[in-house]
């Protein structure tokens, strides 16, 4: 209950007005200026490196993939990955923010201090079997990998090892800081990480995503801020055929909830979007249900309008269950800033991208994204072979933004300088969050993506690293443009905890199971070839 009233009471609120915390300080340590020649021969040999990790990026991708975990539970991953950092010198620290998923991996000392993040988690129900261009699920109803956040740790994992190896070598100072984007899909660590203080004497922020070309852009997005509610109801079982008038439907309340917001919709700004899910709907017909719970996500262009529209769906909740005597009570399981990414970053990382380029796709790579696009019935162009341009304005007028998906990146990009590296692992076209999105994703297409993506990576840390200009530039951007105006403001407050329960019962369905399909590297060089699936598997074409 305590979370509605204060949703109210904060209605009028706008960012930066209240309570707004000051930036992160920069340090005052300057990263070891080097050569343009020699930054031109150490990103050489980093690409290089990279290279020879090509068959241990490809078994942590495939790895990763074959466990398949949802937000909060990515217990099997984090600790595979952990092990790796751990023998290769990081230091690790452990359940993270009262989050038992999360860890922080560092190496190495002072500044510069970069911090490289990527998503861990999976997708509801998109178990599919990886290089099969049509639907075909390892486990019928399990979760998977249906967006390809089994690629971004490991990607980064190459990168921080080609580094350090330079680092340790020529004597370059700095730490690298690996950590992971424990339950993006739910939205539900990041802005936990950022008020633990992962960010707080942090340089620079590189975190890559998965996606079907290097989509490299800076500044304003048409990405949403994002709140996720629990709305719980309570009210009276009784026999709904021999005395339902005793009985007080908390499955009502929720029912009504619903429809009252369905007609409030088209009174709302254009740029919202908002959905919902009944995560509990009662047991069985004759027993009015005495719970019930729906779950919210609601989406808005910044802070101010998030809270007001989070505040509307508050007060549809209150009448809800006013309507039917039931008492409502509201959980905040998760949050997002919308995204802002650097601009002086960002144009270090895209020159990385043109010297490195797209990967060198096979015909089969090539039959694989065809067939599957054939399968969804769009236009079947393929996998990416052009690098799209650099794009970025520092703001997007209000009245442009259509409003879109979200990712918790977005409060971490407003507390420190923050670029994404989008790299090209999966082939286009696809619907996102779907079993189509994890077909490439343990499959050369994602293996040489990764690669490529690795090699970018460790260029932009050299980048860091070894030119002070950059974090200098950056900076300002972040003081002087981005947060001119507008302070960061967290959704949590201080009553919030991390919504580690989520998931919990999904994974435990489905887990024994699973881990049948768990990939064993030392008997098989790859997850493909440890299923036994022929590359590519597509449908036959039917003659005409
Ligand atoms: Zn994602």
């Known amino acids: 209950m305590k979370r509605i009233v204060v949703g109210l009471l904060c209605m009028w609120v706008a960012a930066g007005v209240a309570d707004a915390r000051l930036p992160a300080q920069q340090s005052a340590a ?3 200026p080097i050569a343009a020649a020699d930054l031109a021969v150490l990103k050489s040999e980093a690409a290089k490196d990279v290279d020879g990790m090509r068959v241990f990026t490809q078994q942590m991708v495939d790895q990763v993939f074959s466990y398949g975990e949802l937000g909060f539970q990515e217990f099997e991953t984090s600790k595979y990955l952990t092990g790796i950092l751990e023998q290769n010198g990081f230091s690790i620290e452990r359940n993270y923010a009262g989050i038992p998923t999360a860890w922080v991996a560092r190496w190495g000392a002072g500044h510069p201090i970069i911090a490289i993040g990527s998503d861990l988690d999976c997708i509801p129900q998109a178990s599919q079997k990886p290089g099969v261009a049509y639907h075909d699920p390892l486990i019928d109803g399990a979760p998977g990998h249906g967006e390809g956040h089994n690629s971004g740790v490991p990607l980064n994992i190459t990168a921080v090892l080609a580094v350090k190896k330079l680092m340790a070598q020529r004597k370059i100072p700095g730490t690298l800081i690996v950590w992971p984007g424990v339950a993006e899909e739910v939205d539900g660590a990041k802005a936990f990480f950022v008020k633990a203080g992962l960010f707080k004497d942090v340089d620079a922020v590189l975190f890559s995503h998965v996606d079907n070309n290097y989509d490299i852009y800076w500044g304003d ?12 109801f309570v009210g009276e079982s009784a026999h709904a055929a021999g005395q339902p008038w005793r009985g007080r439907s908390a499955l009502d309340a929720v029912e009504l909830m619903d429809v009252g917001w369905n007609f409030r919709r088209e009174h709302l700004r254009l740029q919202h979007r908002s959905h919902y899910v009944i995560p509990n709907g009662g047991d069985q017909p004759n027993v009015v249900p005495s719970s019930a719970s729906v779950w919210y996500y609601l989406r808005e262009t910044d802070y101010a309008h998030l809270k007001q529209l989070w505040a509307i769906n508050d007060k549809i909740a209150y009448a809800a269950a006013s309507m039917t005597d039931t008492t409502v009570s509201s959980r905040l399981l998760g949050s ?20 490195v380029g797209m990967p060198d796709w096979s015909e089969d790579d090539q039959a694989l994204a065809r067939g599957l696009q054939r399968e969804l019935k769009v236009p079947e162009i393929g996998l990416a072979t052009k690098i799209l341009p650099l794009h970025g304005v520092d703001v997007i007028p209000d009245d442009d933004k259509r409003g879109g998906g979200s990712d918790d990146i977005g409060d971490v990009s407003w507390n420190v300088p923050t670029v994404i590296l989008n790299y090209p692992a999966n082939i286009p076209l696809l619907p996102g969050h779907n079993w189509a999105n994890g077909v490439a994703m343990a499959t050369p297409i994602a293996h040489k993506g990764v690669t490529a993506g690795a090699k970018v990576a460790a260029m932009t840390i050299l980048d860091v690293l070894t030119r002070p200009e950059v974090i200098t530039q950056a900076w300002e951007y972040f003081r002087n443009v981005q947060t001119k105006d507008i302070k960061y403001v967290p959704f949590i407050e201080d009553g919030d905890r991390p919504a580690t329960w989520l998931n919990a019962a999904t994974m435990e369905k489905y887990r024994s199971r699973m881990k049948s399909y768990y990939y064993d590297a030392a008997k098989y060089p790859s997850y493909l070839a440890q299923l036994g699936i022929k590359y590519p598997t597509v449908r036959a074409i039917a003659a005409r």
């Open 30 to 32: 300057p990263p070891t």
């Open 221 to 232: 997005t048409n990405r949403s801020a994002l709140v996720s509610i629990q709305y719980d």
């Open 336 to 355: 997002a800033w919308a995204p802002h990414t650097n601009k002086a970053l960002t144009e270090a990382l895209y020159e990385n991208v043109k010297a």
